[in-house]
T-cell receptor, first 116, second 110 residues
Framework: DTGVSQNPRHKITKRGQNVTFRCDPI?????LYWYRQTLGQGPEFLTY????????KSRLLSDRFSAERPKGSFSTLEIQRTEQGDSAMYLC??????????????FGQGTRLTVV | AQRVTQPEKLLSVFKGAPVELKCNYS??????LFWYVQYSRQRLQLLLR??SRESIKGFTADLNKGETSFHLKKPFAQEEDSAMYYC????????????FGAGTRLAVHP
């Protein structure tokens, strides 16, 4: 599978612990996005990277959340001091450069986080 | 406020019946709308986008700016169409910041 890859696929953690997720986008894609999806809802935008620059962060991304894309390739999303409300599916997507036209976003299979 | 509304959580039809999955949006700018689909145990994938004006797997969707709608239609449903369907709006900015609806589960029965 040469699509967007996310690891781990599942993570169970105790409340208060830190967790880190990884996303490997499709190799030629310079744009990378993180979304969060809770039960019964559609994905919600969290943050966007163009190459290594984090260009937008949603207000959903509290101070406990941090995302990086140090070399413009893979990205990590860290949640510190996890809370039960952080339990969700975390989705990563990538897309190629596009001029004025938005190009298709390709999604990974997600990391399901359960905070107990 | 930017919002996408999918009023139906579940749409259940028999094979061969017509399907219409409803989507309404709220956006002050010029909208760019998509339908994404998620089949069982698969990742979210693009089904179609309004600017392409194409039919994918027999599905079509027309943007109606007057009614602020982008309903997804198929004249004859197939069992393999059973999936979760999400309508999404791109917020202007030149990249795929997508605002998703809550999704509609389509169940096609034999």
């Amino acid at each position: 599978d040469t699509g967007v890859s996310q690891n781990p696929r599942h993570k169970i953690t105790k409340r208060g612990q830190n967790v880190t997720f990884r996303c490997d986008p499709i190799s030629e894609h310079n744009r990378l996005y993180w979304y969060r999806q809770t039960l019964g809802q559609g994905p919600e935008f969290l943050t966007y990277f163009q190459n290594e620059a984090q260009l937008e962060k949603s207000r959903l991304l509290s101070d406990r959340f941090s995302a990086e894309r140090p070399k413009g390739s893979f990205s990590t999303l860290e949640i510190q001091r996890t809370e039960q409300g952080d339990s969700a599916m975390y989705l990563c997507a990538s897309s190629p450069p596009g001029g004025t036209m938005n190009t298709e976003a390709f999604f990974g299979q997600g990391t399901r986080l359960t905070v107990v | 406020a930017q919002r996408v509304t999918q009023p139906e959580k579940l749409l259940s039809v028999f094979k061969g019946a017509p399907v219409e999955l409803k989507c309404n949006y709220s956006y002050s700018g010029s909208p760019e709308l998509f339908w994404y689909v998620q089949y069982s145990r698969q990742r979210l994938q693009l089904l179609l986008r309004h600017i392409s004006r194409e039919s994918i797997k027999g599905f079509t969707a027309d943007l109606n700016k007057g009614e602020t709608s982008f309903h997804l239609k198929k004249p004859f449903a197939q069992e393999e169409d059973s999936a979760m369907y999400y309508c999404a709006l791109v917020v202007s900015g030149g990249y795929n910041k997508l605002i998703f609806g809550a999704g509609t589960r389509l169940a096609v029965h034999p």
